[in-house]
């Protein structure tokens, strides 16, 4: 078992390799490769994320803006290390993607009606004649260009509100 001494050396050598001689500062994801048996042992010792960040931050570890490191980007970062280690990221199928995710129930599409059909045809045909015309460029009406006026998120917002309608008589 790791002892606190053994903890705090190491925490002292990761401090000491994090920063550069000028002001300069070590990535992350090479700190934790130089350490990652510190963070190994401290995970067996019991430490949270939010420990070792505690720790991490009094010692001058930080994010670039001085703040203390996230969880998800220390966990994240200690966890493709750890895959690396064990080899999980060289095979072809990661093991989240061997999961099967559970089948949604399907509903049975109604048919349309012809003459709703026939509308919605003619919609959508007027909607890319009317935007192609320009140079062959495809613009979505609903995605307000650069300084849209309070207009065009009003058009977003109700094409919004429309297709939650849409999707809840669906369900």
């Given at each position: 078992m790791t002892t606190n001494k053994e903890?705090?050396?190491?925490?002292?050598a990761i401090a000491a390799d994090f920063h550069f001689p000028g002001g300069g500062r070590k990535k992350l994801s090479k700190l934790v490769a130089d350490h990652f048996a510190w963070f190994e042992a401290a995970a067996r010792?019991?430490?949270s994320w939010p420990d070792m960040i505690r720790l991490l931050t009094a010692a001058g570890v930080t994010d670039?803006?001085?703040?203390?490191?996230?969880?998800g980007t220390l966990s994240s970062t200690v966890w493709r290390?750890?895959?690396?280690?064990?080899?999980?990221?060289?095979?072809?199928v990661r093991q989240a993607a061997s999961i099967p995710?559970?089948?949604?129930?399907?509903?049975?599409?109604?048919?349309?009606?012809?003459?709703a059909a026939s509308q919605k045809q003619s919609a959508g045909a007027s909607h890319i004649a009317k935007n192609v015309g320009g140079g062959g460029r495809v613009r979505h009406p609903t995605v307000p260009a650069e300084g849209a006026g309070p207009?065009?998120?009003?058009?977003?917002?109700?094409?919004?509100?429309?297709?939650?309608n849409v999707r809840r008589k669906s369900e």
């Open positions: 903890l705090e050396a190491g925490l002292r010792r019991g430490m670039r803006g001085g703040a203390p490191l996230s969880v290390k750890r895959a690396e280690a064990d080899g999980a990221l060289d095979r072809p995710s559970r089948p949604k129930a399907r509903k049975e599409a109604r048919p349309m009606p012809a003459k207009s065009a998120k009003k058009d977003v917002l109700a094409f919004m509100q429309r297709t939650r």
